[in-house]
Every structure is written in C-alpha cells, then in structure tokens.
C-alpha cells in the first residue's frame, strides 16, 4: 500500500482559507485497469482533512479484492502540513492490516500503532530509529503538500513499517498525448520523484522496490492538475490516469 501513497504526489499552489479538492484516478498495469483511486482534501482556515481510498476494480475485484483508505488530521504551518493522527486500514483478500500513529505538535511521535506482532528486538529498533530521527510527517500529508505547497517536507516520512525522505526534481517538459488521458492532451510539466533515504522500522536491510516516479501536471481551469503518473519498481510497472475531478 505504501506505493500507492507515493506514487500519487500532486503539485500546485492556492490561496487556502476553505477548500474541498476531490480526484479520482485509474490505476493501470500493463493496460490493465486494476484500481481506483479517490483523493479528498478539506480544508478550513489552518486546519485540514484527508481522505484516501483505493479499491479494486472490475476482475481483479472478483480475483483478488482490495480495499485500502487512511485519513488524517492536522493543522497547516506556512507552507507545510504537520499531521495530528494518520489512521490507515487495508482489507485484502488474504489479509487485514492496520497503522495509526499519533503526532505531537512539534512532530514528534506520541504513539504507534501497527497490526503486526513485534518482538522486544524490533520494538527496540523502531524506538530508536523514532528517537533518532525525532520529526515526522505522514505520507498522505506530503504528497498532499506537494498538491498545495509545491514543498518538500522538512520531516522524515513515517507509515508505521517503514520511514524515508521523499524529494522532488522538475524535469523537462513535453508534449502529452497519451490516448488513455480523458482529461487533457497538449504541453505538461514534470516532475520527478526519488527516494534519497529508506528505512525499514522493524527489519535491517529492507529494501525499498520504488525506484522513480513520474507526474505529468498541466494547468486547468488555473490549477496545475497532474494528468498521469509512471511508476517504476523492481516487481512492476504502473500508470496512474486522472478520471475526473472537483475543486469547490
């Protein structure tokens, strides 16, 4: 699950006081449309809300169901998004997984949740990586930092298993045609993304399969909305196809 939170990264920058921003992406492996995925941000004032839902889609539903959605809280601090609570539950057809964390104003981890037995060895490592680190956000809250903000985080990114930096890189621009796009075909921008640091919480040498990530963005109706995004991992290759959206 933690690659589709990187893999959607959005990028562009409002004037915020209250906000609801709803999109819906298709997630596609070798042209065949596996997910969907639905993206909800409210916002009022300084405070924010997120919603972010995956299910599978079509066949895949019937062969291997899927069901994935997080939400999290938080306030807004400049040009950052510093997260409350981060709540993420995944139901599969082989399992059910769970991560909450709690953060303190300053970013600090107040309490970590995850549903996965650990013994007193990998407790040990997640305090102290925890202690080492000290700062954190949430996946969901970055990339949706991204969207408004076009700003790195100047925290570590937690998700319960794992934490790592996620740093962005403007790349050159084209011109898109992508048949599959619904929404907009013409010049976009681009962005990459790249994983400079990855750690396991509970296990040493864990690698991270993610290796490069691409938006395409263009501007509509005076947003910079992305239009897809390529994912590439070492176990396989992903496009992201924005469907529809909504910005009140």
């Known amino acids: 699950m933690r690659i589709f939170f990187i893999i959607i990264t959005l990028l562009y920058s409002i004037n915020l006081h209250s906000k609801v921003i709803n999109l819906q992406y298709e997630i596609d492996c070798k042209s065949v449309h596996l997910a969907d995925l639905f993206w909800n941000i409210t916002i009022n004032d300084s405070d924010y809300e997120i919603e972010f839902l995956i299910k599978s889609f079509g066949l895949t ?7 994935s959605i997080t939400r999290v809280k938080g306030h807004i601090d400049g040009n950052y998004l510093r997260p409350f609570t981060y709540r993420s539950k995944t139901k599969s057809s082989n399992q059910d997984v769970y991560a909450n964390i709690d953060y303190s104003f300053d970013g600090l981890i107040k309490k ?11 407790l040990l490592m997640q305090d102290n990586l925890i202690n080492q680190f000290q700062y954190f956000t949430d996946p969901i809250s970055q990339l949706s930092q991204y969207l408004l903000y076009k700003s790195n985080s100047d925290r570590i990114i937690i998700d319960g298993l794992n934490i790592y930096e996620l740093i962005s890189n403007d790349l050159i621009p084209i011109n898109f045609d992508d ?4 929404i907009y075909q013409g010049n976009v921008d681009i962005l990459g993304l790249s994983f400079p640091f990855f750690r ?9 399969n993610l290796k490069e990530i691409k938006m395409y963005y263009a501007n509509i109706d005076k947003y910079n ?20 959206y909504e910005i009140n």
Do not use: C, R
């Open 61 to 67: 539903d019937k062969i291997y169901k899927y069901k």
């Open 179 to 182: 048949k599959n796009s619904i």
């Open 225 to 244: 909305i992305p239009i897809q995004f390529d994912i590439l991992s070492t176990k396989f290759k992903a496009k992201l196809y924005l469907k529809k």
């Open 200 to 208: 396991g919480l509970h296990k040493l040498d864990k690698k991270n």
């Open 112 to 122: 970590i949740d995850v549903k996965k037995s650990l013994s007193d060895e990998q």
